[in-house]
């Protein structure tokens, strides 16, 4: 039996949830063409006969600019102290200049398997051989694997090279679990989600979403979230003309939601104005950062 812990770590937008969700066959995770979608460490264990992974998702590698911004860093450094096995994921479409800078500085003292990520969205071969040269000469690495998380491509070579480096040992967790979060973090993950897509500009970045009731009734499961935002104006565009986009909202995560639930789901939502959020210590507790 082979069992460990295997972290995902890369920039914004280099495709890390995408992976999770490829490798889990799953959705675990949310995903967005915008950068910094991802704020928590989401781990999705997956768990066949002769071994168990237990993944890893964090947010991408970025500098700090706000309190959030320091959460979001501190999930990926706990992330890189437990990793067995790392994939530092990178866009194969990309110059690897500054990637390479990124993985140089974490330091993992786990093996390193460099993921090249979106060769769909490669038309120049020889550059993609170039690129995979590159990393191959890099010390940190042990190998290249070349994949494509949203056409599901190379996932499979991933997950048996995964298995080479993994340690022998016993399941961390027992039962069918896919995930250590609880049922109400996916379900304002999924809103989340859905105001990345709606919402323009800023505003996904200034937004929170708290679940405040999770009932099990007979024939739905009830829920009740809050959208949290920082500003008046802002409360204003999320529920937009009579309440028009909040309603799209709803219905849009809804939809997730009872996928996800296997449920029918009545689902309620409220914005709350609370200003810089994003810089309270208590708030940022009280949201989950
Ligand atoms: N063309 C292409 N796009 C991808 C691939 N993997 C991810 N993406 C896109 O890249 C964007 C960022 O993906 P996401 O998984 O949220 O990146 P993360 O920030 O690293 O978690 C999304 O628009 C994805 O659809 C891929 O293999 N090929
Ligand atoms: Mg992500």
């Known amino acids: 039996m082979k069992a460990g812990f295997v972290n995902i770590f890369g920039k914004p937008n280099a495709g890390k949830s995408t992976l ?3 490798l889990m066959g799953e959705k675990m995770a949310i995903v967005s063409h915008k950068v910094q979608t991802t704020r928590h460490r989401i781990k999705a264990i997956l768990t066949e006969k002769d071994h168990q992974i237990i993944f890893s998702d964090t947010p991408g590698i970025i500098d700090p600019k706000y309190k959030l911004h320091e959460k979001m860093m501190q999930a990926v450094s706990g992330s890189l102290e437990d990793a067995d096995v790392a994939l530092l994921i990178t866009a194969a479409n990309e110059p690897p200049e500054e990637s390479h800078e990124i993985f140089q500085k974490l330091r993992l003292k786990a093996p390193v398997i460099v993921v090249l990520n979106k060769t769909d969205a490669v038309k120049d071969t020889a ?3 170039e690129t995979k040269k590159f990393y191959e000469a890099q010390p940190y690495c042990k190998e290249v694997v070349l994949i494509s998380a949203l056409k599901n491509t190379g996932t499979k ?3 048996e090279r995964i298995l080479h480096y993994l340690p022998e040992g016993h399941p961390f967790y027992e039962g069918d679990d896919l995930s ?4 109400k973090f996916f379900v304002s993950e999924m809103i989340r989600e859905k105001i990345f897509y709606l919402y323009h500009d800023e505003l996904p970045y200034h937004t929170a979403v708290m679940v ?3 009932k099990e009734k007979s024939t739905l499961i009830k829920i009740r979230a809050d959208i949290i935002v920082q500003r008046e104006t802002q409360k204003g565009i999320v529920l937009g003309d009579g309440g028009k986009m909040i309603k799209e ?3 849009l995560a809804r939809k997730d939601i009872e996928e996800f639930l296997g449920s029918k789901v009545f689902l309620e939502l409220y914005v709350k104005v609370r200003p810089k959020w994003r810089d309270s210590e208590m708030y940022l ?3 989950g950062y």
């Open 20 to 22: 999770l969700n490829a």
């Open 127 to 129: 550059r993609l051989e």
């Open 157 to 159: 070579e991933l997950l």
């Open 180 to 183: 250590d979060m609880p049922v």
């Open 212 to 214: 405040q009731e999770y």
């Open 249 to 251: 909202l709803g219905t």
């Open 285 to 287: 507790k009280e949201y």
